[in-house]
């Protein structure tokens, strides 16, 4: 049995990209309400991603043993791109683990993914040219390629700056005690 993702199918991927869409544009707000519902002021944001942690058990590791179990391809696997993969794991724990010290030293769901969704494309784009780059490095990218950059890190920054008043109420926000280390 072929590999559900062995060869391209239209516009499948696109369902994909929007399941992460989704799943990380709640992951933020998920976060910091965990961190608060652990209701330990000074290490409540431990016990929170240690949780993460189990669920990236879960979903990372048996998921995809279980596709590679049952496409029946071999387990062979070169040592370059488990350094590779194990490197963009510990890229991908880092970023979820900043969030995390982000919210404990009092920033709010709002402000740490905005300014988060806004910053990685760019990085993103930057990255990926850099390690791929067109040919005619980066003169030959149009001018469109510049100026998304600029609105996407200036989306970021407005979605942050006129957040909705109503929802970010301080009365109805949980109180977070940050960390003096």
């Keep these: 049995m072929p590999a559900p993702d062995s060869s391209p199918s239209g516009n499948l991927w696109l369902a994909y990209a929007f399941i992460t869409v989704a799943a990380w544009g ?7 309400s965990g961190q608060v519902a652990m209701a330990d002021p000074n290490q409540g944001r431990y016990k929170a991603f240690l949780w993460v942690g189990i669920a990236y058990v879960l979903v990372a590791i048996l ?18 791109g488990i350094r590779l993969s194990l490197f963009a794991g510990i890229l991908g724990a880092t970023g979820a683990f ?3 010290l982000a919210f404990g030293a009092g920033g709010k769901p709002w402000y740490v993914m905005s300014i988060i969704f806004a910053g990685a ?3 993103n784009a ?19 390629f510049y100026v ?22 301080a009365a109805s926000e949980p109180e977070v005690s940050v960390d003096k280390e």
């Excluded at 709640?26 to 910091?32: A, K, R, S, T, V």
């Excluded at 998304?148 to 109420?169: E, Q």
């Design 63 to 80: 998921a995809p043993t279980f596709m590679i179990w049952r496409s029946g391809v071999s387990w062979s696997m070169p040592a370059s």
């Design 26 to 32: 709640l992951y933020g707000n998920f976060l910091h």
């Design 148 to 169: 998304g950059i600029i609105l996407a890190a200036s989306g970021g920054a407005l979605v942050a700056r006129y957040k909705d008043p109503l929802k970010t109420d």
């Design 126 to 144: 930057v990255a990926a040219l850099t390690m791929h780059p067109p040919k005619g490095g980066f003169s030959a990218m149009r001018w469109q």
């Design 98 to 100: 900043g969030a995390l």
């Design 121 to 123: 494309p760019v990085v």
